[in-house]
């Protein structure tokens, strides 16, 4: 079992993670709904594959309930700012000493310590002290924001819920648990792993959109088509590149050699016009499917529709709402199709049942507003 502290970003995505997968994850929302960016569950995505308590934390016996839960938890992650949990006294100490076995996940943008540690943050301030954000744009332009995908799901929440894994994994040997301090900045900077490597090789130049697949080479980009759509290529080795060639009616000139950089920017040139030269569904027609290493551009619109993508089931449809399906994927045990996500409070009575709370502190606690049980249809929408 799983809980998760209501915040927002990476958290829940390596909640929601963790979640598709098979984890019991039940997320501990506020009592007043407040706090949330996406008031209306049908809305709110990364919210599936949970449950959800309603408990104040700042009342007197919110700490309380809240540990009693976690003496049967397995993992509790957690994305507040440093001190917050402290200062409600469901830091890691307590929770520990009353659970040795938990996994307790916390997940930051610069870290537990550090001169930044306190300081308020978002995915593009961490991918830019990481190094990250500097690599992305084109030559002579300025940085690009790749969405918040590097820091907030990539090297946030993705790794959070790699490190709950392997902490688990550790625990079937020793039996104990351990704090996890998962921050964006580490996990983006780790992102970059291979770009260092191939800078201390003479491969990588720091200028950005000058590098092999940075937008660089004329071999590795998107170029526009006909109707105003956009396609990409990446043919990085030579046999790749050689079929895209004999396939644009290139093959039999004399071309550069494919990795001098000094004829890349007039090879760019003539690939663009090349391909405004037909539209991307005729591209699509005479390049998709061969070793040119080839895809059309996709909007989220579109996405869902490709045939490859509707063949395997990357995309899926919970409570009306398509939206990416559970990943990777078990030859075995299979993944469930992830449950819509619950109102805050929908599964409180449920939960503290399960955990073996008597009726009459549930009422006690709910008289005195310590949580909070919101009627509705909760066990259709998440049956079990």
């Known amino acids: 079992m799983g809980l998760e502290l209501q915040a927002l970003g990476p958290a829940p995505f390596g909640g929601m993670v963790l979640g598709d997968l098979g984890a019991d994850e039940i997320r501990v929302d506020r009592v007043d709904g407040r706090g949330r960016r996406v008031v209306n569950p049908e809305f709110d995505l990364l919210g599936r594959s949970h449950r959800s308590v309603a408990v104040d934390l700042t009342h007197p016996d919110g700490a309380e309930t809240l540990l009693s839960m976690v003496e049967q938890a397995d993992?509790?992650?957690?994305?507040?700012?440093?001190?917050?949990v402290e200062r409600l006294g469901v830091g890691p100490d307590e929770c520990c000493a009353r659970n040795p076995r938990l996994i307790y996940a916390r997940m930051t943008g610069w870290g537990q310590d550090g001169p930044l540690a306190a300081a308020a943050g978002h995915d593009i301030?961490?991918?830019?002290?990481?190094?990250?954000?500097?690599?992305?744009?084109?030559?002579?332009?300025?940085?690009?924001?790749?969405?918040?995908?590097?820091?907030?799901?990539?090297?946030?929440?993705?790794?959070?819920?790699?490190?709950?894994?392997?902490?688990?994994?550790?625990r079937a040997t020793s039996s104990q648990g351990q704090v996890i301090d998962a921050a964006m900045v580490d996990g983006a900077a780790l992102l970059t792993t291979s770009l260092h490597g191939w800078r201390a090789s003479g491969q990588w130049h720091d200028e950005r959109g000058t590098n092999a697949v940075d937008s660089g080479s004329h071999y590795y980009d998107t170029y526009e088509t006909a109707d105003g759509r956009h396609i990409s290529i990446g043919p990085v080795e030579r046999p790749f590149y050689a079929e895209l060639l004999e396939r644009l009616g290139l093959?039999?000139?004399?071309?550069?050699?494919?990795?001098?950089?000094?004829?890349?920017?007039?090879?760019?040139?003539?690939?663009?016009?090349?391909?405004?030269?037909?539209?991307?569904?005729?591209?699509?027609?005479?390049?998709?499917?061969?070793?040119?290493?080839?895809?059309?551009?996709?909007?989220?619109?579109?996405?869902?529709?490709?045939?490859?993508?509707?063949?395997?089931?990357?995309?899926?449809?919970?409570?009306?709402?398509?939206?990416p399906a559970p990943a990777p994927r078990f030859s075995r045990t299979g993944v469930a199709t992830p449950t819509p996500a619950p109102l805050p409070g929908s599964h409180t009575t449920e939960v503290l049942r399960e955990l073996g709370l008597p009726s009459d502190r549930i009422a006690g606690l709910a008289q005195r507003g310590v949580i909070h049980q919101r009627a509705g249809d909760h066990d259709a929408r998440h049956p079990r």
């Open 251 to 323: 093959a039999g000139e004399e071309l550069p050699e494919q990795y001098d950089r000094a004829s890349w920017p007039a090879m760019k040139d003539r690939f663009a016009a090349i391909f405004r030269q037909r539209s991307r569904a005729e591209w699509c027609d005479l390049l998709e499917g061969t070793d040119v290493c080839f895809a059309p551009v996709l909007s989220l619109a579109e996405a869902p529709g490709h045939e490859h993508n509707r063949h395997r089931g990357v995309f899926c449809e919970v409570g009306g709402i398509t939206q």
């Open 75 to 84: 993992v509790l992650l957690e994305g507040l700012r440093p001190g917050v």
């Open 125 to 170: 301030n961490y991918i830019a002290l990481a190094g990250a954000l500097h690599t992305v744009g084109r030559r002579g332009d300025g940085q690009v924001p790749p969405v918040n995908l590097v820091g907030d799901f990539g090297g946030g929440g993705m790794l959070l819920a790699v490190g709950v894994l392997a902490a688990l994994v550790e």
